[in-house]
């Protein structure tokens, strides 16, 4: 894992600064988020009946669950800020699910850091592009526009920022 100090991160803007490893998207995994989330529609859990009825060919996870693994897409692929003390989602300005993620897919995350702004004394607002690729389409499974929040002591901000 990278470590890298608030000071980098404005000179990081509009480049990719992670790509997450493969995540297998599996029929399980759509079954317990299903479970979680009381969406028991049947393209996602019913694996006959959407070989039959629906335009996928079999189950499709939940856009939801494609986006809520963007956390763990972040946590491995992003560099570490070395004063950070916490981080904290924020939200998002757009989401966009463009293509579905069949069950026994993979799905990886690409993150650009679009911007990023010092807020108080010990706050920066970061803003990723993030796109989730699935493994072999064409297209991606979703596009974000993802802004979080790096809390740091104020004494650790860097001098002219």
């Known amino acids: 894992m990278r470590e890298i100090s608030l000071v980098d991160m404005p000179g990081l803007v509009g480049q990719e600064i992670g790509m997450s490893d493969w995540i ?34 079999g189950t499709i996870a939940h856009g939801f669950l494609t ?33 579905p993620v069949k069950s026994g897919s993979r799905v990886r995350g690409h993150f650009t ?10 706050m920066l607002m970061t803003t990723y ?6 493994e072999n389409e064409k297209k991606p499974a979703l596009t974000a526009c993802w802004i ?10 860097p001098e002219g920022v």
């Open 67 to 99: 986006l809520s693994l963007l956390s763990a897409m972040n946590f491995g692929s992003i560099p570490n800020i070395r004063e950070q003390t916490m981080g904290i989602n924020y939200g998002f300005d757009r989401v966009r699910f463009a293509s």
């Open 129 to 134: 592009d993030v796109t989730v690729e699935i």
């Open 24 to 57: 297998t998207v599996d029929q399980t995994m759509i079954q317990l988020f299903a479970d979680a989330t009381h969406d028991q529609q049947f393209i996602h859990v019913d694996p006959e009946r959407a070989a039959t009825e629906s335009p996928f060919g």
């Open 113 to 122: 850091l679009s911007d990023c702004r010092f807020r108080g004394a010990g």
């Open 148 to 157: 979080t929040i790096v809390q740091f002591d104020p004494k650790d901000r």
